[in-house]
């Protein structure tokens, strides 16, 4: 399974990489400061996030510690898509998303493993191995997204041409990710799925709130202030499915990484079109 998931979630990535150019990361000179504080405040405030989440609703260690590492994951690509159905500010959600997938390979593992040791008792503490963490990173997230830049810059036109069908190998690969991920759990992914669940919704809200209070404070205008709120919101599952799996062999701590992404798309969708509707 350990070597399924790498493939998969290298495939991932590598789509990922195609979508993006030095422009995206070059926007970073272009609003230095909603970008750079906008980065920051996700590894900040999410892990408060699941502190507050954990606090609220009593919920099993396995959940907790599936919040905390998601919490730690970078923003996922999906944040761009519902970004731009949104018809909020694309640009800067593709920045931040490949700006946050860069330094997480950093950030994730030492934020991760504080999580860990904060929020979870020691008889349930998941024990975060940093450089193993940061190596699966590094081989699984940042080389394939470079890969892929490197691949749009050399051949564009072909990548330009072909980019329907690479997204729906990209969704081939999430679906297999996720399906690998089920049948290593067997039943065991139905425990406690009415608590993840509940878990999840709140996990969205209060960290879609967080990102609109970062916003407020930048003073960002109406479009910007939605793309906060969802590029908080939305982590990536592909990546928290590889470090629960890979590197924790701990399956069951990606089953609240996946809950959270099928939970969002009804009420990323639902509020987008409530929004939209009531601009309109």
Not at 70 to 91: H, Q
Request: glycine fraction near 8%.
């Amino acid at each position: 399974m350990d070597i399924a998931v790498q493939i998969a979630v290298f495939l991932i990535m590598g789509i990922v990489g195609l979508d993006l150019t030095r422009t995206d990361f070059g926007r970073l000179t272009e609003r230095p400061a909603l970008i750079v504080v906008a980065t920051i405040a996700q590894w900040l405030l999410l892990p408060v996030v699941a502190w507050a989440v954990a606090w609220i609703l009593p919920l099993p260690p396995h959940i907790v510690a599936g919040m905390v590492l998601l919490a730690a994951c970078p923003a996922g690509a999906i944040s761009n898509y519902y970004t731009l159905i949104a018809r909020a500010d694309v640009a800067l959600s593709v920045t931040l998303t490949a700006i946050s997938a860069a330094a997480s390979v950093v950030a994730l593992p030492l934020i991760s493993a504080a999580g860990f040791i904060l929020l979870l008792d020691e008889a349930a503490r998941v024990k975060a191995p940093i450089l193993p963490m940061a190596i699966q990173l590094t081989l699984n997230l940042l080389i394939p997204v470079l890969l892929g830049m490197w691949l749009r810059a050399r051949f564009p036109e072909f990548v330009t041409r072909h980019r329907t069908a690479t997204r729906r190998l990209g969704d081939v690969a999430l679906v297999t990710t996720v399906a690998i991920l089920l049948f290593g759990l067997g039943g065991g992914v139905l425990e406690d799925i009415g608590a993840t669940i509940l878990s999840a919704i709140v996990f969205t809200v209060v960290a879609a709130g967080a990102g609109l209070i970062v916003g407020l404070t930048l003073h960002a205008d109406r479009r910007q202030l939605q793309t906060l709120a969802i590029e908080f919101a939305c982590r990536n599952t592909a990546i928290t499915i590889l470090i629960g799996v890979v590197v924790l062999d701990r399956p069951e701590l990606a089953v609240f990484g996946l809950v959270v992404f099928l939970t969002q798309i009804p009420m990323v969708l639902g509020g987008v079109a409530m929004a939209n509707r009531m601009r309109t």
